[in-house]
T-cell receptor
Framework: QKEVEQNSGPLSVPEGAIASLNCTYSDRGSQSFFWYRQYSGKSPELIMFIYSNGDKEDGRFTAQLNKASQYVSLLIRDSQPSDSATYLCAVKEAGNMLTFGGGTRLMVKP | DAGVIQSPRHEVTEMGQEVTLRCKPISGHDYLFWYRQTMMRGLELLIYFNNNVPIDDSGMPEDRFSAKMPNASFSTLKIQPSEPRDSAVYFC?????????????FGPGTRLTVL
């Protein structure tokens, strides 16, 4: 059973701070990793994906991947109240399937 | 593009009744996925199709669940008979291999309540 683990939170950060969201995965052969954001009552939407070890930046978001440690993280700089949502980590399996973690609820307080 | 369309948005039914959920993927997408989301189990993949052919249905919980994709623009997920434990939000998502297959676009979901 391939597993993707996330701390359920809530993770509370003040507005303007950096939010750090973490995810571990069990399948050492996994190659592609995704971060989705889900607002309450809405559907998940893709924020970014990463394939290679290291950092990938997109605006205020940075994804970090460490395959040796089987660890992927998402940093949100200058957090805004509008970033308050549940963040889902997903790992791509064979045949285009995604296995999702349970999600981390982020609360950004003004 | 209208995005992935799901219907109904909400469904309330009684135990034992048949439930049919519908999905129209984004035009041109060749992958279609059905997910179920609950507080206890999170977002789980039930089944996915490639070019209208079911590829992996290992996530389908039991024989009460069935899914079809008769053409590239329509899919159904049927539960017969429904049980209270089937209460969840069911999402349909689609993606395009031509687009790299990296992003799955989710529909708005169907919130199912089985009484």
């Amino acid at each position: 059973q391939k597993e993707v683990e996330q701390n359920s939170g809530p993770l509370s950060v003040p507005e303007g701070a950096i939010a750090s969201l973490n995810c571990t995965y069990s399948d050492r052969g996994s190659q592609s990793f995704f971060w989705y954001r889900q607002y309450s009552g809405k559907s998940p939407e893709l924020i970014m994906f990463i394939y290679s070890n290291g950092d990938k930046e997109d605006g205020r978001f940075t994804a970090q991947l460490n395959k040796a440690s089987q660890y992927v993280s998402l940093l949100i700089r200058d957090s805004q109240p509008s970033d308050s949502a549940t963040y889902l980590c997903a790992v791509k399996e064979a045949g285009n399937m995604l296995t999702f973690g349970g999600g981390t609820r982020l609360m950004v307080k003004p | 593009d209208a995005g992935v369309i799901q219907s109904p948005r909400h469904e309330v039914t009684e135990m034992g009744q048949e439930v049919t959920l519908r999905c129209k993927p984004i035009s041109g997408h060749d992958y279609l996925f059905w997910y179920r989301q609950t507080m206890m189990r999170g977002l789980e993949l039930l089944i996915y199709f490639n070019n209208n052919v079911p590829i992996d249905d290992s996530g389908m919980p039991e024989d009460r669940f069935s899914a079809k994709m008769p053409n590239a623009s329509f899919s159904t997920l049927k539960i017969q008979p429904s049980e209270p434990r089937d209460s969840a939000v069911y999402f349909c998502a689609s993606s395009s291999l031509a687009g790299g297959g990296n992003e799955q676009f989710f529909g708005p979901g169907t919130r199912l309540t089985v009484l």
